[in-house]
């Protein structure tokens, strides 16, 4: 077999983004990937290896100690290690055990969100849909307006969830939810069925978002430029922060006041606080109410 599993090239640089190539992700999830990639087969080079053969964890030890004393932040040294898992999973055929930064004592990467989710100003979102074509926009709008996931908004029936919407004031989520889980957002804004009543018209006759006769692998080209839309009007958010934005707007319904990622702390009680979470969670498909954290911002 020749160097790097076989793949046909030399370079180790290369090797690893024909393998993810290879994997079928997205463009854009391979060229993320591949630019993370680089980075540490340039370090491996460095460090006299050249072939994805010699590589071991002991390799991914010592690059992840080389990330922390140049200052990386836990997320960023938490996608690059990933991104060297993804590498060498598609590269040794799923043989290559992942390694976490926790076994490699890199420093944990924060899930509580940070920064106020841009989403929220309307306009930005408006702004996104405008630079695309019909079928991202709507995927966006109903992102934004029910708080749904890519996969969600793509496989959504969305002629009869209208009819949902206008008859029982709620639409159920069956299709690419997580962990198979379906779940129930109330529609208590006109905004969310403008969204709807948008997408079933783009949809026509077709079942879903997804075009009669394409799969939803070949969607994802739409959904890779709904994201990049996204990131390009909000400074790089992605559509999680429309996701966010659903959130912190229903925290704001049910307490009355800002999520604490917009206020910049906890405004209400503990217990007010507590019981919003559990509805979130709930309309956004999370079974635990601690995962809102990366919506809403901190708890405490």
């Keep these: 077999m020749s160097r790097n599993f076989g793949i046909g090239t030399r370079s180790l640089d290369s090797a690893g983004r024909q393998w993810l190539q290879k994997s079928g992700l997205s463009y854009s999830s391979v060229a993320t990937l591949s630019q993370r990639w680089v980075d540490f087969a340039r370090y491996s080079k460095d460090h006299g290896i050249g072939s994805m053969e010699k590589i071991t964890v002991d390799t991914v030890k010592a690059y992840a100690d080389s990330l922390k004393e140049r200052g990386l932040s836990a ?29 490699l004592g890199a420093p944990e990467r924060s899930y509580i969100r940070q920064e106020t989710p841009r989403g929220l100003d309307r306009g930005l979102v408006e702004q996104a849909q405008k630079s695309v ?13 029910l708080g749904l996931r890519s996969k969600e908004a793509a496989l959504i029936d969305a002629k009869d969830a209208l009819k949902e919407a206008l008859s029982k004031g709620e639409v159920r989520i069956t299709e690419g939810t997580k962990g198979g889980r379906p779940r129930t957002v109330p529609i208590t804004d006109p905004r969310q069925v403008e969204a709807l009543r948008a997408a079933a018209a783009i949809q026509g006759k077709d079942g879903s978002m997804v075009p009669s006769g394409a799969t939803l692998k070949g969607f994802r080209s739409t959904l890779d430029t709904a994201r990049e839309a996204v990131k390009a009007t909000t400074g790089g958010q992605g559509l999680h922060s429309l996701r966010a934005s659903y959130a912190c707007d229903r925290y704001k319904a049910l307490t009355g006041r800002d999520a604490p990622v917009v206020a910049g702390y906890r405004v209400v009680d503990k217990g007010t606080d507590y019981q919003a979470r559990q509805q979130i969670a709930r309309e956004l498909g999370h079974g635990r109410t601690d995962v809102t954290t990366a919506y809403l911002g901190s708890a405490k």
């Design 75 to 103: 997320s960023s040294i938490q996608n690059r290690l990933s991104a060297i898992n993804t590498v060498m999973g598609a590269a040794t055929g799923g043989r290559w055990e992942s390694v976490s930064p926790r076994s």
């Design 133 to 145: 074509d019909p079928r991202a926009a709507a995927i966006l709008g109903l992102a934004r307006e």
